[in-house]
């Protein structure tokens, strides 16, 4: 692995994941660091293979000065943990289908994003249609994760 490597990863890959996926990246590239860590997003499940980031979440980005137009949504693979130093869930059922399918210890970090602040799951904006808290949450969640990266890894 070159560099840090940080695997978002929530049920679809169109709402939540996508959203922790570009403002992490945004974050990274505001604290000069993309260079060291890189960061992509995916899903738990098939249904949206190939789709783009939910319209909802690429608005609540863009009022945010951040674009997702190039987002295609893909499915976690067995080979993501060897390539990823973390691999984020957005809530628990996201955490237990990551933990199933990782080949064991001695591979990625797995956690759940809300680890990183306090605990708890990133609401999934699908259903309770509310993408600006889910933003809020992400937002805490991925500086929480940063802070913590740059602590581990000596940034």
């Given amino acids: 692995m070159s ?78 943990f060897s390539e990823y130093n973390y691999i984020i869930g957005m809530d628990r059922h996201n955490l237990e289908y990551i933990r199933t399918l990782s080949p064991g210890d001695g591979f990625s970090e797995t956690a759940l994003l809300m680890s990183y602040a306090g605990g708890g799951d990133v609401a999934d904006p699908w259903y309770s249609g509310d993408f600006d808290c889910t933003y809020r949450d992400v937002c805490r969640g991925c500086g929480a994760l940063l802070e913590r990266i740059k602590e581990k890894e000596g940034l």
Avoid at 7 to 29: H, K, Q, T
Avoid at 65 to 80: E, N
Wanted: glycine share 6%.
């Fill in 3 to 80: 560099g840090i490597k940080v695997l978002f990863v929530c049920y679809g890959n169109i709402c939540r994941s996508p959203m922790a996926e570009y403002v992490f990246r945004d974050m990274v590239e505001r604290e000069g660091l993309s260079n060291r860590i890189t960061c992509a997003s995916c899903a738990t499940s098939a249904e949206h293979i190939g789709d783009p980031a939910d319209p909802r979440t690429a608005e609540v980005l863009e009022r945010h000065g951040i674009s997702c137009k190039d987002k295609r949504a893909r499915r976690l693979t067995r080979s993501d």
